[in-house]
C-alpha cells in the first residue's frame, strides 16, 4: 500500500505559507514506514527543530483503479478517517529553496498518524465533514472538507491519472490552516465532528 498525499488544498494554509495557489493539486507520496505504529508515540527526528502537525481527512482506497471517472470515484472508497502529515518544516523550506524533492521532510519514519476508520455512510455529505486538532486541549486546527479547493471524488479522479490506486491506498487530502510546531510532551487529539479519531503524545 502507499499513501498518496495532497499539498495546498485550502485556501488560508496556503496563505499562512505563503505558498502559490496551484493550478493543480500537488501531490507527493509517503512510504509505508512513515505510520505511526498504533499506541506510539511520535519522537521528534533528530535532523529538525520545527516539526509540524498537519491534520487531514483521509480515504482508504477499496479495489483497484486507474483513470477513474469524478462519476464513478465514490465507488473506490467506503471509509474515512483523520490523521496528521508530520512535516519537517525546517528541512522542507531548505529542500524546497534548491528545488529538490521534499521526501526527507515528509516521509520519514513516523511522520504519518493514521487514526480509525469510520464507514462513508456515516456522513450525509463526504464534501461536509468537520475536524479539528487538539494540542493540549487547545484547538489549533479547525477544517471543513467543504473548503477544499479539490474535493475528494476529484481527487481520485486525478490521482488516478498517474498512480494505479490499490486495495488499501491511503490519500491525504490535505491540511486546513493552523498548522504549527510540536515540542516534546504534546498531547495531540484528532476529531472528525465530535468523535476522537486518535490521541499521540509527543517525545
Known amino acids: 500500500m502507499k499513501l498518496i498525499c495532497i499539498g495546498r488544498n485550502y485556501t488560508k494554509h496556503i496563505e499562512e505559507l505563503e505558498n502559490e495557489k496551484p493550478k493543480d493539486p500537488v501531490v507527493f507520496l509517503k512510504p509505508d514506514t512513515a505510520i505511526l505504529l498504533k499506541k506510539q508515540p511520535f519522537f521528534i527526528p533528530d535532523f529538525s527543530n520545527d516539526v509540524h502537525h498537519e491534520v487531514e481527512i483521509l480515504v482508504k482506497i477499496n479495489k483497484v483503479g486507474k483513470h ?111 498548522v504549527g510546531k510540536v515540542v516534546a510532551n504534546d498531547k495531540l487529539k484528532g476529531f472528525i465532528e465530535n468523535e476522537e479519531m486518535f490521541s499521540i503524545t509527543v517525545k
Do not use: C
Open 68 to 178: 477513474i471517472d469524478r462519476k464513478f470515484a465514490h465507488k473506490y472508497y467506503d471509509e474515512i478517517g483523520l490523521g496528521i502529515d508530520f512535516t519537517a518544516r525546517d528541512l522542507q523550506s531548505q529542500l524546497k529553496s534548491k528545488g529538490l524533492p521534499w521526501e526527507k521532510a515528509k516521509a520519514f519514519d513516523g511522520a504519518a498518524v493514521i487514526g480509525k476508520w469510520l464507514p462513508k455512510t456515516n456522513f450525509k455529505n463526504v464534501d461536509n465533514i468537520s475536524f479539528t486538532l487538539h494540542k493540549n486541549d487547545t484547538i489549533v486546527q479547525d477544517g471543513n472538507t467543504n473548503l477544499m479547493l479539490w474535493k475528494i471524488d476529484e481527487l481520485i479522479e486525478y490521482v488516478s491519472k498517474y498512480f494505479t490506486l490499490k486495495i488499501g491506498d491511503i490519500i491525504f487530502t490535505g491540511t486546513p490552516a493552523g
